[in-house]
Structures are given as structure tokens and as C-alpha cells.
């Protein structure tokens, strides 16, 4: 199975003729690769948070097909944990997210996502815990749909100071986000998010 989000639109590719998942809604099949990236291309995005399920008679073959008609951004970012188990997020153009940024030129996954939270949040002290995988989703960039893969890393730190928002990178506010609290918060963060944290920290 291969996943990718547009908005907050789920996508997902399967071989799998038995699907259930009481969020989708809608199902089809798809015979030959470029039906799905046409059919993608004309995905409405929708207000209330769905899936589609395309059903593929070659999955290999359409996803490579799928990844191919879209230039590719990498990033990495980080779920980071304090001692308190609080989580740490930020609020980005009126939605909560997790911290990440595009990889720049010469530095590994690790680094990247590791700069990226401490540009965006100001937390230092900041230590790898795990790999946790992968997401993909769908953004506009200059005019141009673009597939962002983003590598992201479980992390944990002692850091107690101040938290500081990258205003530049259009982030509202920082915020360390009790355990008890973090699905509400992710209720009105990208589905891609809640989707990540279910899969990974439930």
C-alpha cells in the first residue's frame, strides 16, 4: 500500500480488492498508471477530510508513474518529546504542525531535521531517538503541484527555555503540548499528521 496526502486528502494506492475504512469514500479502479495521476490531477479538495482508494491492476508500476509526473522535495522533521512527555508543536499559516524543512545541500536526513527544529522552534539539546518513516503529501509551489517527502524522526530532549517562533518561515506560534491534549491539537492539524501519529505513537 502506498499513501499520499493532497490537502487533506488521503490517497491511497492498493492491489487490495477489500478495503474498509469508514472515512473512504470513494473507490476506483485503475488499469493503466496514467489513470491515476489523471485522476489525481482533478481531485477536488474538500472541506471535511476523506479518502480515495484507487485500486490498481499494476501498483508498482503506478506509483512509480505517479512519482515521476511530479518534481520531488525531501525534508525532515522531528516529534519531539520532552521529559514531561509533552509534544512539541508549532502553528504554521493558522494550522499545528511538527516541525520540518527541506534538506539543503550536503548535510544527511539527520541534520536536516535536527536544523530544522531548532530554526523553527528554538529547542536545543536536541537528540535522535528513532526513524519513524516516511510521509507524502501534495503541494503547490510557484504555480507547480510538487510531491514533498518528508523523513521524520522521533526525538527527545531536556531543553527547558524559551520557545521562539521562525516568524520568516511564517510560523504563528511554538508550543510544548501536554499528552492528554495532543489529539485536539492534531484534530485541527493536517490529516497527514494525525494520520502519522495514530500509526506511530498509539
Known amino acids: 500500500m502506498y499513501k499520499v496526502f493532497k490537502d487533506n486528502v ?38 471535511n ?21 511530479h518534481q520531488k522535495r525531501y525534508a525532515g522533521g522531528g516529534w519531539v518529546i520532552n521529559q514531561k512527555k509533552d509534544l512539541l508543536m508549532i502553528k504554521r499559516w493558522g494550522k499545528w504542525d511538527i516541525p520540518k524543512g527541506h534538506i539543503e545541500k550536503g548535510e544527511s536526513m539527520e541534520e536536516c531535521a535536527l536544523r530544522e527544529v531548532e530554526e523553527e522552534t528554538g529547542v536545543q539539546g536536541l537528540k535522535l531517538e528513532k526513524y ?56 485541527g492539524a493536517w490529516s497527514s499528521l494525525k494520520d502519522f501519529y495514530q500509526k506511530h505513537f498509539l
Not at 480488492?17 to 485522476?39: P, T, Y
Not at 490498481?56 to 505517479?66: G, H, P, Q
Not at 518528508?150 to 517562533?165: D, F, I, R, S, V
Open 10 to 47: 488521503e490517497i491511497i494506492f492498493t492491489e487490495n480488492d477489500f478495503f474498509s475504512d469508514e472515512n473512504i469514500i470513494h473507490f476506483k479502479r485503475i488499469n493503466k498508471a496514467k489513470e491515476a495521476v489523471d485522476f489525481i490531477d482533478k481531485i477536488e479538495i474538500l472541506d
Open 49 to 69: 477530510p476523506t479518502a480515495y482508494v484507487l485500486i490498481c491492476k499494476n501498483l508498482d508500476k503506478t506509483i512509480l508513474k505517479f512519482e515521476a509526473s
Open 132 to 187: 519513524l518513516g516516511i510521509s507524502r503529501h501534495l503541494f503547490i509551489y510557484k504555480g507547480i503541484e510538487k510531491l514533498k517527502i518528508t523523513h521524520w524522526y522521533q526525538m527527545n530532549t531536556e531543553y527547558k527555555g524559551p520557545l521562539k517562533a521562525q516568524i520568516e518561515e511564517g510560523i504563528e506560534d511554538v508550543k510544548w503540548v501536554k499528552p492528554d491534549e495532543i489529539n485536539q491539537y492534531l484534530t
